[in-house]
């Protein structure tokens, strides 16, 4: 699920709230991915030729190099995702953390 997300995330910008509007669309990444290579997003040339840029090999290939770097890769999914950022207006769908990733259960001040 993961690679689906970075996938989305190397297509349309980290802060990018088409993410959070096309999920909203197509309730999963792997749906929003689906729905680009099947030409069924609805989401206008502009955001088709971004997706066009980048293959799900890509996103694939990037998770694996940052695993070997170190860096844990949680998407907005995951136990580990802070509550309070997943409840904001237009939280990221990844979070890149190098270090301990447990912490992020911990109350938090950013």
């Known amino acids: 699920m993961k690679k689906y997300y970075l996938w989305l995330v190397m297509c349309l910008g980290a802060g ?3 993410i ?3 999920l909203s669309r ?3 990444p792997e749906g929003v991915y689906d729905a680009f290579k099947e030409n069924r997003s609805g ?3 502009e955001l088709n030729e971004k997706a066009e840029k980048y293959t ?3 996103a694939e290939k990037l998770l694996s190099e940052l695993n070997m770097s170190g860096i844990t890769v949680i998407s907005i999914d995951d ?3 802070p509550e309070a ?3 904001t207006e237009n939280p990221p769908c990844l979070l890149f953390v190098r270090g301990n990733a447990g912490l992020l259960k ?3 001040l950013t």
Do not use: C, P, V
Request: charge should be neutral; proline fraction near 0%; avoid cysteine.
């Open 79 to 81: 136990s580990l995702y």
């Open 20 to 22: 959070n509007e096309l």
């Open 26 to 28: 197509f309730e999963t």
């Open 56 to 58: 799900l090999k890509e």
């Open 106 to 108: 911990n109350k938090l």
């Open 43 to 45: 989401a206008g040339r």
């Open 85 to 87: 950022l997943r409840d």
């Open 16 to 18: 990018s709230r088409d």
